[in-house]
């Protein structure tokens, strides 16, 4: 089941990136302290109560110099597109203006679920001041205060009653569902047709009932796998194509029903800051990753400059150090062979399972190998550890105190971990626990 998108929606300054950090700040963390993954966000995942939902800000879309007016309508329009609930946030201070109104139209036209939000009612005092905004048609108003959090649960108790009733999808568990991401202009629909006119198998195209990608089963070697295409994104004209940042709202879409993500990078143009903010996002939702540096053909193809283009996504992607790199031109089909082995064995990494004593082996010859380190006068002592889940393997490591379990140690079980049972491709978590 995806998770209900909801877009903040509103003229600058009425305090939309305010309430968005508020909604997601103390509740999920939307980066990781990890080195090499962008700070930046548009998006994030917040909760409320026992919903999950993604939000997108707005207000940290960039558009460059274009007149205000150009930068508000472009934002409003791509987030209409995406969400399935929009949240039109006024001030309540300044009143209406002909900015407002405008964002009002849009929101009309869309025939999607808007709750109108009036930001910055500091004070009961100041309530009165939320009624001339019934005129823009909306309904209720909700008198929030972004700054000191008030209103926003009433605020979000409606936004939550708008989500569509969830559908649940049939999976097929033997089926591999891999998506393909990166900036526009990378070569994601090239790869997708030399995938399927190399193979000549495909089934059907299923479109998505609760989705805009298109789903596309075949079969290689006797394994069936779907490709979650985002062709989508290539259809909304000009909007997507004059800022790359859009093309992460459609990519999160893709990540969150995929086992496996194809990270693709432009092997002519290099590297540049938009490939590590979306392979962040894929990253960060546990899925396994398969680096794809397309475009092969363009740039001096030897072992040599393979090596050298290697060793630049390392540096440039540490966080995705667990996940092979395949070199390859969707254009002229060179090497397009080699990447679904690559995917076959991320993703049978990705549901992995390690019987619990064969793991504390692994775990002890460790502790054998470099001894818990101690922290203002106590050593950590880890009892054992066993595996709770997949989709990323995630393991629980039973310890006397979860704090003096320091991150660099845990790096280090977790190469001991990688060592011993592979688990190229997926990322895994450690969790410290206190034993009961």
């Known amino acids: 089941m995806r998770k209900s998108i909801v877009a903040i929606v509103g003229r600058p300054n009425v305090g939309k990136s305010t309430i968005f950090n508020r909604l997601v700040g103390e509740r999920i963390s939307i980066v990781e302290d990890t080195p090499g993954v962008t ?18 800000d707005t207000g940290g879309i960039e558009l460059g110099d274009e007149p205000l007016l150009v930068q508000m309508r472009e934002q409003a329009e791509v987030a209409i597109r995406e969400a399935d609930v929009i949240i039109f946030m006024v001030n309540g201070r300044e009143g209406i203006t002909a900015a407002d109104e405008e964002v009002a139209k849009l929101l009309f036209k869309s025939n999607k679920p808007v709750v109108l939000g009036v930001n910055k009612i500091d004070n009961p005092n100041m309530r009165d001041e939320i009624y001339e905004f019934y005129s823009l048609g909306f309904g209720e108003p909700f008198p929030i205060s972004g700054t000191h959090g008030l209103g926003l649960g009433d605020l979000l108790d409606q936004v939550v009653d708008y989500f569509p009733i969830k559908e649940t999808e049939i999976v097929d568990e033997d089926t591999i569902h891999f998506s393909l991401i990166g900036r526009p202009n990378v070569g994601k629909s090239s790869l997708v047709n030399a995938l399927l006119q190399q193979e000549r198998v495909i089934v059907s195209e299923i479109a998505g009932t609760t989705r805009d990608a298109i789903d596309t089963p075949f079969t290689n070697n006797g394994r069936d796998y779907v490709i979650i295409d985002t062709a989508g994104m290539r259809k909304r004209g000009k909007i997507y194509e004059s800022t790359e940042k859009y093309s992460i709202l459609r990519a999160l879409k893709a990540i969150e029903r995929s086992d496996v993500v194809l990270t693709l990078i432009d092997a002519e143009t290099g590297i540049i800051e938009q490939d590590k903010k979306i392979a962040g996002y894929a990253h960060e939702a546990g899925k396994a990753v398969v680096i794809v540096v397309n475009k092969w053909d363009t740039v001096e193809s030897d072992e040599k400059a393979m090596k050298a283009f290697e060793d630049k996504v390392r540096v440039h992607f540490p966080f995705l150090d667990y996940a092979p790199i395949v070199f390859l031109s969707a254009k002229t089909k060179k090497r397009t062979h080699t990447l679904l082995p690559h995917v076959l064995e991320a993703s049978e990494n990705h549901t992995k399972r390690i019987e619990t004593n064969v793991l504390n ?16 006068g106590k050593r950590l002592k880890i009892l054992y550890a066993t595996q709770v889940s997949v989709k990323p393997p995630s393991f629980v490591v039973f310890v006397n105190d979860p704090e003096l379990l320091h991150f660099s140690y845990e790096r280090f079980l977790e190469n001991r971990i990688r060592e011993a049972f592979g688990f190229e491709g997926t990322p895994i978590k450690i969790f410290a626990r206190r034993r009961q």
């Open 39 to 56: 700070r930046d966000r548009i998006y994030a995942q917040a909760e409320w109560l026992t919903t999950t939902f993604n939000l997108i």
């Open 361 to 376: 082996d692994v775990i002890m010859d460790a502790l054998a190998m470099n001894p818990t380190p101690t922290m203002k």
